[in-house]
């Protein structure tokens, strides 16, 4: 597993939680790194995304809600989820994109939100 992610856990409804993953430099420093999630019974979805640039682009499931940001200095990339809600538990995933697809994955973290 290249990607560590971390920070997930159990918070009630309308809690805050920030997701951290750390990569090695080869893959921070030049790929676009992502948020993923799989809830129960669903298909794994895209959450949100960052570039190099730190261009963001967030799906319907993190827009308004989620930030996503990365730091270079620790080649990590944080995922920032405010107003939670039961519907986003799901296992949470960071991934890069290498040569156009999601190649390299993280080994997921569980993001539970009781009501």
């Known amino acids: 597993v290249q990607l560590q992610a971390s920070g997930g856990g159990l918070v009630q409804a309308g809690g805050s939680l920030r997701l951290s993953c750390a990569a090695p430099?080869?893959?921070?420093?030049?790929?676009?790194m992502g948020w993923h999630r799989r809830a129960p019974g669903n298909e794994r979805e895209l959450v949100a995304s960052?570039?190099?640039?730190?261009?963001?682009y967030y799906t319907r499931s993190g827009k308004g809600r989620f930030t996503v940001s990365r730091d270079p200095a620790t080649n990590t990339v944080y995922l920032q989820m405010n107003s939670l809600s039961p519907e986003d538990t799901a296992v949470y995933y960071c991934?890069?994109?290498?040569?156009?697809?999601?190649?390299?994955w993280g080994q997921g973290t569980q993001v539970t939100v009781s009501s």
């Open positions: 960052i570039s190099t640039d730190d261009t963001t």
């Open positions: 991934a890069a994109i290498s040569s156009g697809a999601w190649r390299y």
């Open positions: 430099g080869s893959i921070f420093s030049g790929n676009v």
